[in-house]
């Protein structure tokens, strides 16, 4: 080799080099990212409300509310990327802003950027190959859900107030769900979907996302442009036990977490059950040239499958009228199981889709005239439990199936519905979804307002009763709760983790982790009463027990009990005079004391 070609070689090498540390610094520069915002922004931008009304005209009802939007948005100047690159990379800037963007900036919320969804729209998975799938805060190793993936993590990680959503299939009420945030789809057409990206136009909805009940009817009332007048309480409960059937979480933790917030309601209600799929069977006659021999046996649960094949295929035709075109032309890179998706919607013929738009009219139909102005129909919203992420098509497959049941009956109804979250189980975020006929959308958002609070209180009660064990853990069955109660404690579920600890303490009362433990959960649930009270139960069984040392300090700092506060990491310090945790309390508190 001669020296020029060896110094060619070193350039060469040199070069690679630069480019694969910088590649390797742009890939850390995303991990961190991901780690700071859960992987649910994919641009970040600045939509500012207008300046308040001069009083005594009042301020914008969504003041000093930050909101993010789904990816599928038009955002004037910006080009708008429904989840794929080469969409992204053949579109131009949007002339205008989503009219439901508007309304919401035009009432004084912020937007503060553009979330990761699904290619295309095209699955509930919320798992994007391009972009990453963002993390789900209530449980990091299941999928959060999609399409409106980013929208729902963002919310549900407290980095926005509310987000917005499209919901053709669920992309809403699923992350929702999943993430254990609220999700309203609002009756088809009540909110104008201009300057939206169509996937499906007989489904798609303008949703969206939030943690407090307040906040959701506050946009609500916008979007739908209503009048803020005073609640209606629901006076009909119709619960829909055929689809509660569908669902592998166990009825008690759902239907009578429901029944027993309503009885919570002043007033009277009546709670009645109904067989939702017999009474589609009586009023959806259009849906008979879907039935099969198979479905033939089992009446009514095979009406809510004829209902979701109605829908799957008015949503394929849909689809490929409305971006067969450019899939041709362009023939985007899509991850396998959206290629699936969409090559089986281009592949969608004419035949059928009149009987799918006459099945459509009748359910609405019958919706209205089952629920009228005062009932709402308590179903599940998806009857399963988030998936794992990067799960095998045939798990996908049977997730599919089972929550388009339920998803379809709003989706061919055009009814609304909003999707509560219920505690835990299993570890998962649960959720219930609560519908009103179509166009009862203020009557569904005050629903949620009343209904919230005692839903909350008694979601917590069911997922507090006393959990059973086993006979081969008799051995040191206190031990075994304190173990538990770590489990739940490292996976955020406080109450839980309280009431194992608590389980240990009635067995063993004189084991200070037992109590210092309990003391850490009711940290973290406010409890600082509580906490302070643990802990001293400990340091007096252990007197040499820095961490509850350091945990009643806190409590006491919580509860501004500075001086006492001050003792507590003191001692922490004499035990161990190292502890960073102890010296920088310490440096904290003085400051108030001088
Ligand atoms: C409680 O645990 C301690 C040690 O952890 C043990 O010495 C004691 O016997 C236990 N008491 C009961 C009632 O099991
Ligand atoms: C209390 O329990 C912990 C583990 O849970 C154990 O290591 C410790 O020995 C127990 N305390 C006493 C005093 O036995
Ligand atoms: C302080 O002490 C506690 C209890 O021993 C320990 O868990 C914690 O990691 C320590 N913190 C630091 C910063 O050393």
Known sequence: MSSMAKVCVLVGLGIAGLIIVSRQWEKKKRQKKRKEDFGAFIERLELLPPPQPAPPVARHILTDLTFALQDIFDVEGYVTGFGNPDWLRTHDPAAKTAGSVSL??????????????????????????????????????RIPGGSASGSAVAVAAKLVDFALGIDTDGSVRIPAAFCGILGFRPSHGSVSTFGVVPMAQSFDTVGWFARDANVLRRVGHVLLQLPMVDLRRP??????????????????????VVVRSIQDLPGRQVVNHVNLGQYITSKVPSLKIFRNEESRNGEGKSALKDLSNAFELL????????????????????????????????????????????ARNEMREALCNLLKDDGILVIPTVPILPPNLRSKKRQLEEFYSRAFSVLSISGMSGCCQVSIPLGMHEGCPLAVSLMARHGADRFLLDTILDLHPSLQKQAEIASNTQPSISDDC????????????NAAYKGKQFHKAVNFYSEAIKLNDTNATYYSNRAAACLELGRFQQAEEDCSKAIEIDRKNVKAYL????????????????????????????????????????????
């Open 104 to 141: 919401v900036v035009a009432h004084g919320a912020t937007c503060v950027g553009k979330t990761v969804m699904d290619e295309l729209a095209y699955s509930i998975t919320g798992e994007n190959r391009h972009y990453g799938t963002p993390t789900n805060p209530a449980i990091a190793s």
């Open 235 to 256: 006076r009909r409960i119709l619960i829909a036990d055929d689809c509660f059937e569908l669902s592998s979480t166990p009825k008690e933790k759902i239907v009578d």
């Open 315 to 358: 949503q394929r035709y849909e689809f490929k009228m409305n971006h067969e075109e450019w899939v041709s032309t362009v023939k985007p890179h899509l991850g396998y199981e959206i290629s699936v998706r969409v090559r089986a919607a281009l592949e969608s013929t004419e035949e059928k889709i009149q009987s799918c738009l006459k």
């Open 474 to 485: 008799q051995i040191d069955a206190a031990e075994n709760y304190k173990e538990k109660g």
């Open 551 to 594: 945990r009643r300090g806190t409590a006491r700092e919580m509860l501004s009990y500075i001086k006492d506060a001050i003792e507590d990491f003191k001692f922490a310090l004499v035990l161990e005079p190292t502890n960073k945790t102890a010296s920088t309390a310490l440096e904290r508190l003085k400051k108030f004391v001088l």
